[in-house]
């Protein structure tokens, strides 16, 4: 009798990313400045190769709370338009709040997966972004063709993705070490992750794959800067649902040891009083 692989569920994944950031998303908000430090410059070159520019119309895929859609949104002036998309509802209303208290009149919110775009009903876009979405996603394949059906001639998609594991310690420390407390499988094939496109080969055959042309990567340094390392800690423990997630078949002791040692091992990023935790981004654009 043969044992089958187990699978991995794409639907119940999808349900339980939902919960993770209905439940994370005003942690994420309230970090909002943290992000805009991290991620700004990586953002800009996202935004630069896609050539988003004043009169714009520009979709954001899994957009969260919508710190680049702010960026975005002022970059293409009052001419131009931005539609924010996530899959929570709780996430998206503060890029919808976000907007309104900058005065912002070029930014529109619908809560809509990323892997079902063929449900939007808009006009072509002349760019689509994606920043550390798409790795999530269970169906990248589908993901990418439905937003390079939402382009226009000659538009294009950019997603921001992290590098590889090991270019990105402040992050995957903290897996590996949730992952050995849990006692956690490896993932199963297939499974999507914070570090699914890590690899820039693999990254161009997605866009690749779903038809885009012209296909162009960019590698940033993206250090993680804070006060210390209990900080970093503070920011993932109380961000990134999929750790809680992780760490949920643990009693609370336990899960407070996991913490406790991952800060301890964040440590050997602190210096001179302050915090840098390496991380590094790949910037992949491609054009319809």
């Known amino acids: 009798m043969t044992n089958n692989p187990p699978?991995?569920?794409?639907?119940?994944?999808?349900?339980?990313?939902?919960?993770?950031?209905?439940?994370?998303?005003?942690?994420?908000?309230?970090?909002?400045?943290?992000?805009?430090?991290?991620?700004?410059?990586?953002?800009?070159?996202?935004?630069?190769?896609?050539?988003?520019?004043?009169?714009?119309?520009?979709?954001?895929?899994?957009?969260?709370?919508?710190?680049?859609?702010?960026?975005?949104?002022r970059r293409i002036g009052e001419s131009g338009h931005i539609l924010a998309t996530d899959l929570s509802p709780d996430i998206l209303d503060f890029a919808r709040i976000s907007a309104n208290l900058t005065g912002l009149k070029n930014v529109s919110t619908q809560v809509i997966d990323g892997e079902n775009l063929t449900q939007l009903n808009a006009d072509p876009f002349d760019a689509i972004i994606s920043r550390v979405g798409l790795i999530y996603f269970p169906d990248q394949q589908k993901a990418l063709t439905g937003m390079k059906h939402h382009l226009r001639t000659d538009g294009k998609v950019g997603a921001?993705?992290?590098?590889?594991?090991?270019?990105?310690?402040?992050?995957?420390?903290?897996?590996?070490?949730?992952?050995?407390?849990?006692?956690?499988?490896?993932?199963?094939?297939?499974?999507?992750?914070?570090?699914?496109?890590?690899?820039?080969?693999?990254?161009?055959?997605?866009?690749?794959?779903?038809?885009?042309?012209?296909?162009?990567?960019?590698?940033?340094?993206?250090?993680?800067?804070?006060?210390?390392?209990?900080?970093?800690?503070?920011?993932e423990q109380e961000s990134f649902g999929a750790l809680h997630q992780m760490l949920s078949g643990l009693s609370d002791a336990q899960q407070d040891e996991a913490w406790n040692e991952i800060e301890e091992a964040l440590g050997q990023f602190e210096m001179n009083g302050q915090f840098e935790g390496p991380c590094e981004m790949l910037v992949a654009v491609g054009t319809k």
């Open 7 to 73: 699978l991995f569920d794409a639907v119940k994944y999808k349900q339980t990313t939902l919960q993770q950031w209905n439940t994370a998303a005003e942690a994420w908000h309230r970090w909002s400045p943290l992000l805009s430090r991290w991620l700004g410059p990586a953002t800009e070159t996202m935004l630069d190769m896609c050539q988003v520019k004043n009169g714009s119309r520009v979709l954001d895929v899994a957009a969260g709370a919508g710190e680049q859609t702010i960026t975005a949104a």
């Open 160 to 235: 921001m993705v992290y590098s590889s594991a090991e270019s990105n310690p402040f992050f995957s420390i903290p897996v590996s070490i949730i992952r050995r407390s849990a006692k956690l499988p490896a993932p199963l094939p297939g499974q999507p992750g914070p570090f699914s496109l890590g690899a820039e080969d693999k990254l161009e055959k997605a866009f690749s794959e779903a038809g885009l042309r012209n296909i162009e990567i960019e590698k940033i340094n993206a250090p993680v800067r804070l006060s210390s390392a209990a900080e970093c800690m503070q920011f």
